[in-house]
């Protein structure tokens, strides 16, 4: 196994209909005014742009994302991100009940060196870290399409 590999899945329910959810979702730029571990995005083209994260743990997370599909019709945005983590991310909405579920699925590999020479011991504290920052984009997208 390679410690500094991870796959993610988080799902969200979201009491809005797909196409508002969708329309949050595809706007990155957007996501630091109600995601707040998503520090900073700077669009470089209209498919590619630099994405800081830090969630709880006192470490910003650097990279590229470029978006790989643009799916209204299916509900999918798909990114390939390198820099201190390589992978993909993908969002998936479908119609729920009333309302939505956001389906969010990450494969990385870790790139950052203190990260690296820490993953075998600190794969816990990282994967919960993760979980924390997805709870709080969670609360954080439900607050913000109240507001839109």
């Known amino acids: ?40 995005v700077t669009r470089l083209d209209d498919t590619t742009g630099v994405i800081r994260i830090r969630s709880l743990l006192p470490y910003d997370m ?16 798909e990114i390939a991100m ?23 699925e990450q494969v990385v590999d870790v790139n950052k060196p203190l990260l690296r020479r820490l993953a075998l011991p600190g794969r816990p504290v990282f994967r919960a870290n993760h979980r924390l920052m997805m709870r709080a984009g969670h609360r954080g997208l439900l607050a913000y399409l109240r507001t839109v």
């Open 82 to 104: 390198s820099g201190d983590i390589d992978g993909w991310a993908r969002w998936t909405v479908r119609a729920h009940g009333s309302g939505s579920l956001a389906r969010y």
């Open 1 to 40: 196994m390679e410690w500094h590999h991870y796959r993610f899945r988080s799902l969200w329910a979201v009491p809005a209909p797909p196409v508002a959810v969708y329309a949050v979702l595809e706007r990155p730029e957007d996501y630091p005014r109600w995601w707040p571990q998503v520090r900073e």
């Open 62 to 77: 650097t990279f590229t994302a470029r978006e790989v599909r643009r799916d209204p019709a299916a509900g999918v945005l």
